[in-house]
């Protein structure tokens, strides 16, 4: 029997709001290294684009996730026609509320967009520049693209509260350091499909090996990073608290590593619930 809670944490994981809430997270993060209450607006705003993201990509990968990720393919099955209504749903309400808070916030906004189509659908043109039709299909440029993605997120905020403090410009590097580890976690998962369907990701081509030791490397540059930035005074002592983060991120990768890991309670409960701790650390680490 399942109750209502196995059914909102069912929804909650392989409905793709998880990995959605990571992007409101970061947000929260930037708003307190600036000094200002992260509102209720940029917080929806990061979800709905996050999440319209993710709804995107879940229905033009449903062939590939079927193999990496039966259990949430199967759960969004019943729904599969109507991801990219979501998805285009979630950019509009998006779009809508930001409108309000500026129109170089707005068309600055323009760039998720335009990122998670060329991603996850694709085009033609791009067969000629970068010798893949999606972005993802090229090696590690889908991991950079990710990564800059997010490490965009400072940058929005700054333009939401209509400042730029240096702390933000610092932060960016930070972000970017934290999420390629993870990106190339999932190719870890996703091995046998992407083999199958051709993607050239990190893993595929150069092995499980050296796709451990690059993570391992990125965890320890952006650990010292952050204490490069504490030590110079360019980002608060309190911040030394994500220093947890790549402790978390060494910890779930030793699990992956064990015999018979459960790479989908791995990757989409512990990889993406990484990115959930970074506003509560943050605000632990002023608090404390």
Known sequence: MVTISNRVARELVYGGHLGALGAPSFAASCAVLMGR?????LLLMAYLFTYGAYMMNRGSEVSEDSISSPKRTSYLASRSK?????SLTCFGFGYLIAVFSGYI????????????LIYSVGSKKLQGVIGARRLKDKLLVKNLVISVSWSLIPIFVGLYFNAFPLVLLCFAPF???RIMPNTIFFDLRDVKSDEEYGVRTFPVVFGLS????LMDALDVS???????LIGVRLLPFYSAIMILLPAYSVFYRWLSRRPKPD???LSTVVADGEDILWGPLILLGRLL
Do not use: M, N, Q
Not at 37 to 41: C, E
Not at 222 to 228: E, G, I, N, P, T
């Open 105 to 116: 916030f707005f068309f600055a906004l323009l760039v998720p967009l335009v990122l998670a």
């Open 37 to 41: 209450s992260p509102t209720i607006a």
């Open 263 to 265: 790479w989908e309670f």
């Open 222 to 228: 952006s650990a010292a990073y952050l204490l490069a």
């Open 175 to 177: 972000i970017f350091l």
């Open 82 to 86: 109507y991801l990219t209504p979501i």
């Open 210 to 213: 050296r796709a451990y030791k």
